[in-house]
């Protein structure tokens, strides 16, 4: 019986407080809704072609059949056995409309038709995305264009009074109130799936893009297309600065969102991006960490880094980034000529044990943004965790990093997973790690023994029963006390048997109208104490039964 009450104990416990490496973990984190069409379990990997068309700029044709197919090969060829498979076709494929509005691909961009272009990039083992924006075209409303498939015209869609559906004031908005409007999205949705494209970068979604407040507000477009796309498995990408006050509206309907404004410099004389456009991302990822999940991811834009003469960073700009991309979990896709690659960028991007830590999908966060050298982990859920370091600071600096920071009571053993090499064991954290201005370590830390303090809402540890915490509010601990009261019913002037009480002897006893009295059964009452508030009610109380005999 005692066996049976101790492993009842440490299953509940996972949640809590849990013995390393012998706690229960399991495999699911949290897990964005994201339409529920079954997609974007990890990350992408890919490329996208925006970062050369600002970069080169119209002389570049970077959404062309010539030079897409280039880039398909190369992908192929360099990074596709490292999981790299999307190639996305960003602004500027389409040429004119059909006769119900819908965009077709351009004639001069895509001599021999786009459909073929599909076929060659699927033949080479990748995904085909294309970009598209929320709205519906001028031109196709001042023609009062009839919508495939229905009775119903442009006008009949178009919200009136006539406004904007976009940052560029491009397309009229949507009244997805009257009917033909969705049926407008799905006849897109069914003609883009019938050229084979598997994915779509959906621009200037709002709240968010420029307008953090409901004047233009796409969230009907959202809506709309995500439902006209996944029945077709398409993924569904929203893009750029997207508010987070709306999250759960994103995650419901998308696949993944971009969180901050356009990675690139627009200076030639610059680079395809600046130091500046990757720091400001740091605080955008200690936002939104805790709502990326299988099912829909964060999006930090094109991850720039493969040509030190194009990218615009140092070399330890270019890691650094490379190591944010991965601890956020956020989609691992570049905007360089894979063409053109240089050695270092190559490594860079064929990292697998670096891409492994993106796959994974455990988001980082910080220990603490009160300086420029900052710690950032993640619990695996497996007695591993993923540690970064980076000096944000213009001065060169030594780091330490403690284990009791990242809720570990216990030695642990290192790897360095950008060097590929075993550091050894360390007992309570590692001290005096040097690093250049705006450079990076990223490391794999495996606990040896001890416990590890989690969070219900910190990466993927799995534990049985319920967990509320502060009335659904979060705390501010990373991990709460624990009261515990055991008694035998049969025995009620011992209100805890004493051969019980010696297994649980590292938990703080409980008060001992805890207990109530069930017959032939032991009760436990497990108090997950309210720390938050210093309340006397508790946040939660989990009641164990197990049969005495």
Not at 30 to 50: E, F, I
Not at 105 to 123: A, C, M, Q, R, W
Not at 298 to 306: E, H, K, V
Request: glycine residues 8%; negative net charge.
């Amino acid at each position: 019986m005692i066996r049976l009450l101790q492993k009842t104990l440490v299953c509940w416990l996972a949640a809590a407080l849990t013995l390393v490496p012998f706690a229960y973990f399991g495999t699911e984190s949290k897990v964005a809704h994201a339409a529920d069409n079954g997609l974007a379990l990890k990350p992408y990997m890919g490329w996208s072609s925006y970062s050369l068309q600002v970069y080169d700029g119209p002389e570049g044709n970077w959404t062309s059949e010539a030079k897409l197919k280039m880039i398909s090969d190369a992908m192929r060829e360099k990074l596709q056995a490292h999981g790299y498979e999307y190639i996305n076709i960003d602004a500027g494929w389409n040429g004119s409309m059909d006769e119900y509005g819908r965009p077709l691909p351009s004639e001069t961009l895509y001599p021999n038709g786009f459909e073929k272009l599909v076929d060659y990039i699927h033949n080479n083992g990748q995904k085909v995305g294309i970009y598209l924006i929320p709205g519906l075209s001028k031109e196709a409303y001042e023609k009062n264009l009839p919508i495939y498939g229905t009775e119903y015209h442009m006008q009949d869609i178009a919200a009136q009074p006539l406004r904007s559906a976009d940052y560029w004031d491009i397309d009229y908005k949507i009244d997805f109130s009257k009917p033909g409007a969705q049926e407008y999205v799905n006849s897109i949705a069914d003609l883009i799936a019938s050229w084979g494209v598997d994915f779509v970068k959906f621009d200037s979604v709002t709240p968010g893009s420029g307008h953090n407040d409901l004047s233009i507000d796409a969230r009907d477009d959202v809506k709309a297309w995500s439902m006209a796309l996944s029945k077709h498995g398409i993924w569904l990408e929203l893009s750029w600065a997207l508010d987070h006050n709306y999250v759960d509206f994103w995650k419901k309907y998308a696949n993944g969102w971009r969180v901050n404004w356009d990675v690139e410099a627009y200076d030639r004389n610059i680079g395809m991006t600046q130091w500046s456009n990757i720091a400001r991302l740091f605080p955008d990822a200690a936002l939104w960490w805790r709502d990326a999940g299988p099912g829909g991811w964060n999006d930090f834009d094109s991850l720039n880094i493969g040509n030190g003469q194009t990218s615009g960073l140092t070399r330890d700009e270019r890691q650094t980034a490379a190591t944010l991309w991965a601890i956020a979990c956020a989609q691992f896709y570049t905007g360089d000529d894979l063409t053109n690659l240089d050695s270092y960028g190559l490594e860079l991007l064929t990292n697998d044990e670096v891409i492994a830590v993106n796959q994974a999908g455990r988001p980082a966060h910080p220990v603490s943004m009160a300086t420029n050298q900052q710690v950032w982990y993640a619990n695996n859920g497996d007695g591993t965790y993923t540690v970064a370091l980076f000096n944000l600071g213009t001065k060169g600096a030594s780091m330490n990093v403690k284990w009791s920071d990242i809720g570990l009571d216990g030695a642990a053993s290192v790897r360095d997973l950008w060097a590929h090499k075993e550091l050894g064991d360390y007992a309570t954290g590692m001290t005096n790690i040097y690093l250049e201005p705006h450079a990076s370590r990223l490391f794999k830390v495996t606990a040896k023994n001890g416990t590890s303090k989690v969070n219900d809402d910190d990466t993927g540890v799995k534990y049985t029963g319920s967990w509320t915490r502060n009335g659904g509010k979060e705390l501010v601990q990373d991990a709460q006390d624990l009261n515990v009261m055991i008694m035998e019913s049969s025995d009620a002037t011992n209100p805890i048997a004493p051969e019980v009480s010696n297994s649980v002897e590292s938990l703080e006893q409980a008060a001992p109208e805890s207990v109530v009295e069930t017959g032939e059964h032991w009760v436990i009452y497990i108090d997950a104490a309210n720390n938050a508030n210093q309340s006397d009610e508790p946040a939660f109380v989990s009641i164990w039964t197990v049969n005495a005999a």
